[in-house]
């Protein structure tokens, strides 16, 4: 999982296409909807920290996680230059430690799709189980195997722009449900000098039916699964899933 490290600086200028204020809204409409209004909220693999603080604007207050430091940088800067109080974290999200309970656990832009396996899965969601308050509310999404298969696949996406460039290269290996992606960057770094670094991530696809069982594996209450940003179910060409889900193992064990 040791990824997005030189990626880090030039992010949030490639993914300035991602409606993070609309995420933010379903995602705190999906909460409400849960009665969690206020509170302390948990997010997993919070990168830049774009979503951490609009959640944090809506009252919430914020706990983030990432096992990227050069994310958490640029987190922490954002954070200074707002005004938020915000407690970032640099921890794996497969072992990641709080020093209480939370109300809820976010994770958003498929960073659930970089646990790579059925055990390091259910390891992540027994954690959040262990960290959630009594009854509290995990909520996450997942890109899709259709999303890899067809959309994906074996395609090449490329950008260029001034700040740098990139190209990545993605192979999908449906068998294994494991997306290689390889990331070409040529960052600028003063006049006309441009850095060339190269990153390699891994994501999984996982089906429905297997979420289901990692989610029971750790003692939690599937509540609901949606066709991403909507109320609807999950459809056959969905690229983009969110899961709902219920600690209910404090509860059991009263």
């Not at 933010?24 to 997010?43: H, N, W």
């Not at 969601?125 to 999404?141: A, S, T």
Request: glycine share 8%; charged share 30%; aromatic share 12%.
């Amino acid at each position: 999982m040791d990824a997005y490290t030189s990626f880090a600086e030039v992010y949030d200028t490639f993914m300035d296409n991602i409606p993070y204020e609309e995420w933010a809204c379903y995602i705190v409409s999906l909460l409400k909807e849960y009665g969690i209004r206020d509170g302390l909220v948990l997010e997993l693999g919070c990168g830049t920290g774009s979503l951490t603080g609009l959640l944090a604007r809506e009252g919430y207050d914020m706990i983030g996680v990432d096992n990227s430091c050069d994310m958490l940088q640029i987190a922490m800067e954002k954070q200074e230059e707002a005004g938020l109080d915000i407690l970032y974290l640099l921890q794996d999200m497969r072992e990641f430690e709080l020093y209480g309970t939370v109300r809820a656990v976010v994770s958003v832009c498929d960073s659930m799709n970089y646990i790579t396996g059925h055990e390091e899965l259910v390891q992540v969601l027994k954690l959040v189980n262990n960290y959630l308050d009594p009854g509290g509310i995990l909520i996450f999404d997942l890109n899709t195997e259709y999303k890899y298969s067809r959309i994906l696949g074996d395609n090449i996406i490329a950008e260029c722009r001034d700040e740098g460039s990139f190209i990545w290269d993605n192979h999908y290996d449906g068998e294994t449900g494991l997306n290689e992606y390889d990331l070409t960057l040529f960052i600028r770094e003063e006049g006309q000098l441009y850095r060339r670094y190269d990153e390699t991530h891994y994501q999984k696809a996982y089906g429905l039916e297997e979420i289901r069982q990692a989610l029971e594996e750790a003692d939690l209450e599937l509540l609901a699964m949606y066709d991403a940003f909507t109320r609807d179910p999950v459809r056959e060409d969905s690229q983009r899933i969110y899961v709902i889900a219920r600690e209910r193992g404090k509860e059991r064990s009263k």
